[in-house]
């Protein structure tokens, strides 16, 4: 059964032959406890095998946005399709605790991965797939931030990992397996990294982009890494 990922660490099922209204009414199906949302903002509907699912706008006065594109007609939704309504994003999962992925030998070892979105590798952490479109995606749980950014430079990607937690989005800039930039509410730097490494849940997508960016992160990748994990182990 497919799940719509929060940044807090739940799963909210979706079920085959299903409709659920999104927005801050109580009647919604699936509450969005957001001012900015509509009470009725959106509407997802399920396929009767679950295996396909569209979402709409309705009529929200601030839109309704799938992998950032604001749409204006219903939208068929992918494996890790990233959805957000006013401020709250939800990441959307095809793939439960045991089942496999569709065409391959990709897996969830247990619900609290960070990912399906990439191979399984030694011990269950998963391993970098590359590519122009990469669907590197997932939750932060079982796994922390470090350990994304870890197996995501593995992959010498360039590009932006963006994070969304409770208190907001953040963002990470690399490239060619170097962190050059963070950026987190006020925070920048080894400051913002620090701040979004404390989280203990949330949702993360990586966007390749080779653009130049601007390089506030003077410390070497390796060591930053190094001196974020010790800090975590103090605290």
Not at 66 to 72: A, E, L, Q
Not at 109 to 134: C, I, L, Q
Not at 164 to 174: D, F, H, L, S, Y
Not at 224 to 230: D, F, S, T, Y
Request: net charge positive.
């Amino acid at each position: 059964m497919a799940s719509l990922l929060t940044v807090t660490g739940n799963r909210i099922g979706l079920e085959p032959y299903r409709i659920y209204t999104l927005g801050r009414a109580l009647d919604c199906e699936i509450i969005v406890d957001d001012p900015v949302s509509s009470r009725h903002h959106a509407r997802i509907t399920v396929n009767a095998l679950g295996s396909q699912m569209t979402i709409e706008d309705l009529g929200s006065q601030n839109g309704t946005f799938v992998n950032g594109r604001r749409i204006k007609k219903p939208w068929t939704l992918e494996d890790w399709s990233r959805i957000r309504i006013a401020s709250t994003v939800y990441l959307l999962s095809f793939v439960e605790s045991g089942e496999r992925v569709p065409g391959g030998n990709k897996f969830i070892k247990d619900e609290s991965d960070m990912t399906v979105a990439v191979d399984g590798g030694k011990g269950g952490m998963p391993t970098w797939t590359g590519g122009s479109h990469s669907n590197f995606a997932g939750e932060i749980g079982t796994f922390s931030l470090i350990d994304v950014i870890r197996v995501m430079l593995g992959g010498s990607p360039s590009g932006a990992l963006h994070v969304a937690v409770e208190g907001g989005e953040g963002r990470i800039e690399v490239r060619k397996g170097v962190i050059r930039s963070a950026l987190y509410q006020d925070l920048k730097g080894v400051d913002a990294m620090a701040a979004l490494s404390d989280f203990q849940h949330g949702l993360f997508w990586f966007v390749q982009d080779t653009k130049r960016c601007k390089k506030t992160i003077k410390i070497p990748t390796d060591v930053l890494l190094l001196n974020l994990a010790c800090r975590k182990v103090k605290t």
